[in-house]
């Protein structure tokens, strides 16, 4: 028979169960932080304490001596693994490159290497001693690779537990059962080790290590059901929380305040002693410019003013596992620079909608200046051609009339001549303003060559029209402009052309009036004549 089921098996086979179930559990959190360095780990103890059992149930000296090479597998695994859950757990994963850890296991698998070539060299156990009767155990005789192998285990494991029990100890007291299993699942293993360093093992032969293990599996198995040992890792706590730029203020349902931030405590009234329990409303600079309290159900938001200073205040409600109300969390941020970056936002947009009102002022102005004749203000010969062209098309459509009417001054040379151009442009000028105050605003008015003028006048029948004409030849008549000593008088000859009766297209209706309007010259000037 090869293997005989010993105490010393059972407690080694038992060990390895636990550590099988507690990888079990680890793999459904596996990508928490520290998770997968956790799940090796178990599976590492697992294998070890598994090779162990096989060991101490073998009868045959050979057998026992292959599973126990097989251990050390998972012996020398464990410690750096240990590490890479501490490290990952704690927060300083991200600064750990792929090539140190894969450093970490140099010596191991040395270790390991030099264990299954035990038979060439020696160097791992020289020896063997025959375990208790009744234990079917071998004590293996300790060589110097076994004392190099117990010091890079004890640097690496103190190392990890010290890591561990640092941060089980900064943690705030709403993690303190997390804690507890932190320290005390890191203390065991070490108990083990050194019970078995020390000769102390009360059950020679036994690999008191690997059962020590048992309890550590125990309490981290207790740690993951139980106190979310992987899933309420306290990083709110210990670095979000603390350090957050952003004022975080906890209160029950009381409004007692229960914790703060770093940041919070520049809006927080100085005193003496503990704030904690004190009324928020004590303590909270702030609090008097809160116009009503939070709600339990939902979250509030609000922004206030407080000593030159703008603050976003949130107010979010904090239930217990159960779904219990046990307060709020109040969130403040300083927004004093958001503010005046919008008040700057604001005035430069005011400014920008002055600039382009002004653009667009400049626009009218430019295209008024484009349409119109500089001299006199009114249309140019550009702008009546489109007009023109756009009121005949229109009439055409809506079948009302369009009158044209043609005016040009009398012997406009002769005053030039005799009184200079200056005088020929105010007179231009002149002529210029009266039309435009005198007709309708549906009337264009404009200047067609030097001393001509056209105007479309739109529904206008002839008959009309020719009334109009009158009346503004006599107006102009009437005008004394002044020169020198002399008074210049004027007097105009005008040609009137209809659309549709005197032409349906624009060239035949302003040839039409120019005709009429020399026919008004030919007859002796200053009268007006219809095509």
Known sequence: MNYQITSYAAAQLVTGLVALIVAVHIWRRRESRGGWPLLLLFAAIFEWALAAGLEAAAVPQELKVFWSKM?????????PLLLLFALNYTGRGKKVSPLITSTLFVVPVVIIALALTNEWHGLVWPGFLPGPDGTNSLIYLHGPVFWAAMIYIFSVVGLASAMLIAFAIRTQ??????????????????????????????FPGLDIVSVSFLFNGLLILYGVSNSRFLDLVPVASEFVFANLSDMVIVVDDQLRLIDFNNASQ????????????????????????????P?????????????????????SPIDDRRRRFIGWAIILEDISQRKQVEVDLENANQRLRSQLEDIHQLQIQLKEQVNRDSL???????????????????????GYPLSLIMMDVDRFKSINDRFGHKMGDQVISAIGK???????ESDCVGRYGGDEFLLVMPEMPRECAFERAELWREGI??????????????????????FPQDGSRVDDLVKAADDAMYKAKESGRDRTVLA
């Not at 008549?477 to 209809?498: F, H, N, P, R, Y």
């Open 266 to 293: 520049e809006i927080l009234v100085p005193a003496s002693g503990n704030l904690t329990g004190k009324p928020v409303k004590d303590v909270l600079s702030i609090w008097h410019r809160i116009q009503s309290l």
């Open 477 to 498: 008549k009437a005008m004394a402009l002044q020169s020198g000593d002399e008074i210049v008088q004027v007097t105009i000859s005008i040609g009137i052309a209809t």
């Open 173 to 202: 007291k709403n993690f303190r059962s997390q804690s507890w299993v932190i320290i005390l699942a890191s203390l065991f293993p070490w108990i083990g080790a050194v019970i078995y360093i020390l000769g102390l093992n009360p």
């Open 295 to 315: 709600d339990r159900d939902h979250s509030t938001h609000t922004e206030i003013d407080f000593d030159q200073k703008f603050y976003s205040v949130r107010f």
């Open 376 to 398: 006199t203000g009114v249309f140019n010969r550009r702008y009546l051609d489109q007009t023109l062209a756009r009121e005949i098309a229109h009439a055409a459509r809506s």
């Open 71 to 79: 251990a050390y597998f998972g012996t020398q695994s464990s410690a």
């Open 434 to 440: 009266l039309l435009q105050q005198q007709t309708r």
